[in-house]
């Protein structure tokens, strides 16, 4: 037995799940150790370090591809990291869907990893990886797709660095998750009629909940800055059904991002609030 491993089981670190277990959360894989979240956009990407303590300690982005950002900064990221296990949000070439009756078996999870035929059915895309989000209270689901060429390109580009994946995720899809949960949990929000938005740095998705019911939705990444005749035939399709009542709940990946600042406009007198944090997807991410 070598010295780290007799040191591992005397701190109890062996007992510890391990760095890339998907079935337990970011805090739990790396407890008072240090780790770093990237973002990756289309010719763009942002990353986030966080300390022992949990908290966001400093942030940073960059344009250019992540294999050009990664040569960049690969040395940077490894040192912020423990053992160079790193989180990334794949914000590029994935799609989120409203679907209905896909399978809940126990067990789901697993087999969406292992198997995902057998959860999806008909559904299924060999080309694809995929996420699930089910309204507890309907048959509806959310479902996430992305590339798994993209992802093998980039578990390769951080092999290059010697970096690991500890999860690799839709940034999106798991805002609009946390948003949608929040939103659950609160009695007098989820009776209302609202315009449910998530938007991280080009990317765009839009849900309509009715009563607790999820109606309608729709999603884009990569969208160019400034191009508001993308959004605008996002959104208007929801403000047309909308009444005077309905109420948009919006939340970025940060603070004053590029959403707020260039489309709020788009919803014209509907009433938005914005329940965006300080170093928001950075947080979402750490601690689920």
């Known amino acids: 037995m070598e010295f780290k491993d007799i040191k591992d089981v005397l701190t109890f670190a062996a007992f510890r799940p391990e760095s890339d277990n998907p079935r337990f959360s970011w805090a739990q894989r790396f407890p008072k150790r240090k780790s770093l979240i990237v973002n990756i956009s289309r010719g763009h990407c ?15 982005e960059a344009d250019g591809e992540f294999a050009e950002v990664a040569t960049q900064m690969g040395d940077q990221w490894r040192a912020g990291t423990e053992d160079g296990w790193i989180g990334i949000s794949l914000n590029n070439r994935f799609i989120i869907s409203l679907e209905h009756n896909v399978s809940r078996k126990k067990g789901w999870q697993e087999e969406l990893r292992q198997n995902p035929k057998t959860v999806l059915g008909t559904k299924y895309d060999r ?22 060429s993209m992802v093998k390109s980039i578990e390769e580009a951080m ?17 609009t998750a946390h948003l949608l949960n929040r939103i659950a949990s609160d009695t007098m929000l989820k009776s209302q009629d609202l315009i449910i938005v998530t938007w991280l ?5 839009v849900v309509r909940q009715k009563n607790g019911q999820w109606q309608d939705l729709r999603c884009r990444s990569g969208i160019p800055a400034g191009d508001e005749a993308t959004v605008s035939q996002m959104i208007r399709p929801f403000i047309e059904k909308a009444d005077p009542s309905t109420r948009v709940i919006l939340m970025e990946d940060r603070r004053s991002s590029g959403f707020s600042a260039s489309y709020l406009n788009q919803f014209g007198n509907l009433h938005v609030t914005d329940v965006t944090e300080e170093n928001n997807l950075w947080n979402i991410l750490t601690r689920n």
């Open 46 to 60: 942002s990353w986030g370090f966080i300390n022992r303590k949990g908290h966001v300690e400093n942030t940073g």
């Open 201 to 205: 740095d080009g990317s765009l998705c």
């Open 159 to 175: 092999r290059g660095h010697n970096l690991r994946a500890a999860r690799i995720c839709s940034g999106l899809f798991a805002t």
């Open 127 to 148: 080309t694809k990886r995929y996420a699930l989000h089910h309204n507890p209270e309907t048959s509806a689901s959310l479902l996430m797709a992305c590339d798994d």
